[in-house]
């Protein structure tokens, strides 16, 4: 039985895995000249076996004195990674070449730093298989040596005054030293492509490419006494499969729903109070929420 991604793992404070098995967060746009359309985060395959993405989450990590906390969580699908291939996820497939699981949310997907961590999360077990802090270091776990330092992010004034697309990268392309201010420098995007170590004659991003089927639906409640309204809106499908896991990534149960008039009705008030996920799937692509049940 497959884990999906927990909030059990944003509270544990575990030691990094030994990344035996090669991933590591390659390469990160995360702030882009006038609006934040073209944000990606690139997953690196540097090991000799390929892997089953679906083990892991990637979690974006607000590392204000204020906050110290986990504000997004993104699943990853059920695909394998070969050695030497690139698992880029973005907010707006039409900025971001070579992007393969494009998000929800078209903008702003990542927090600018000062500082912010991403963190890539092994469910199995429940140990952080790579970190990168930027502009600045994130309290443990979420660091690994030193974090980049400010001079050192992905955008300045003059990159938008000019326009250019930069992002921060390991170098040597797949790096891990451990140390984030070491691994990392600032040079010119490549999303899907080796890393790049220079900041000159950067172009713009534009293109499409090997996009993940994505489709867009509306879960509510939220939170739930119970009764939750899935609404699939314009994406809407006769006949949709519908997976609810716990918190601990166990399958509660696996249903084969028939949907009326683009919205169905899922009881869960046999359930006691928590949080669960709820999967659905139908012809249209893939879509996963979060429930907090609070009777």
Known sequence: ?????????????????????????????YDQPSLDSAEFIEIYNGGSSAVDLSDYVVLLYNGSSTSLSVYDTIALPAQFLNPGDYFVICGNTGKVPNCDLALTQAT???????????????????????????????????VEGTGLPLAQSD??????????????????????????????????????????????????????SRPVQQFSLVMYP?????????????DG???????????????????DAKVYNSIYHLDLSDLVNGVYFVKVNTTAGESMQRILLKK
């Open 108 to 142: 702003n997907i990542i927090q600018n730093g000062s500082p912010d961590a991403i963190a890539l999360y092994s469910v199995p077990s429940l140990s952080y298989e790579d970190v990168i802090s930027y502009e600045g270091d994130c309290p443990a776990p979420y």
């Open 222 to 234: 939220n939170p739930s006494r119970g009764q939750v309204s899935i609404d699939f809106g314009k």
């Open 155 to 208: 955008t300045v004034v003059v990159d938008s005054i000019n326009g250019r697309y930069i992002s921060v990268g390991r170098y040597p392309n797949g790096q891990d030293s451990n140390n984030n201010s070491l691994d990392f420098v600032r040079a010119c995007i490549t999303p899907g492509a080796a890393n790049l170590n220079t900041e000159a004659n950067c172009a713009q991003v534009s293109g499409i």
């Open 237 to 255: 499908s006769n006949n949709a499969a519908i997976t609810v896991y716990d918190i601990l990534g166990n399958q509660l149960r696996q249903l």
């Open 1 to 29: 039985m497959k884990k999906i991604f927990t909030l059990l793992a944003v509270m544990l404070t575990l030691s990094f895995a030994a990344s035996a098995q090669g991933l590591v967060i390659n390469e990160v746009d």
